[in-house]
C-alpha cells in the first residue's frame, strides 16, 4: 500500500510504498510500525522517535540485565549452583543463535560459555563469576552495531520511498 512518512527532522514528507501489505485499518497500523524505524530519504536521518524508542529500550534492558545478573551473582556466591539456571539459559539462547545465524561473536560465545562452564564445573567456590562474566558478555553483545542496526535496516527492506533522492542504508 502507498503512504506517507513525515520525517520531524527536516519537515519532508515523503511519498513511501509499504511492501507486502493491503490499505486497510490493519495495514495502517502496519505501515505506522515499520515506519518507527525507517531512514528519510531527503535528509537521510533515521526517525528520531524509532532513535529514542530503541534508546529507552537499550537502557531498560541494560538495567533489567546488570540489576537481574547482579543478583544471581550474589546469589552465586553463596549457594554456587544459582549459576547453573544463568548458565543454561543462556547456553540454550547462544546455541539456538548460532544455529539460526552462525557468526564468529557466536562460535566465540558458545566457546567462552563452555569454558566458564568447565571452569564452575572444577572450582565450583568460584562459580559466582559465571553469571558476572555472562552480565559483561550479553551487555557487550547488545551493544553491537549489527545488532541495532536490525530493525533499520528490516523496516529499509519493507519500504520503498519514491523520492528519487532515496539513499541506501
Ligand atoms: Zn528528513
Known sequence: MISRYECTACNVTSAVEVLDVEPGAHGDIVASVRMHHATCPACGKRNPEGVREQNRDERNITIITITTM????VGAYFVWWL????????????AMFFVKQPTWWGALNLAQLLAVIAFAWFVPRWAFLVPALQTLVVLVGRRRAEQLDAPWQRAAEELRFFDDSQRRL
Do not use: D, K
Request: aromatic share 0%; proline share 6%.
Open 70 to 73: 547482579s543478583a544471581l551473582t
Open 83 to 94: 549459576a547453573l539456571p544463568v548458565v543454561g539459559l543462556l547456553g540454550v539462547m547462544t
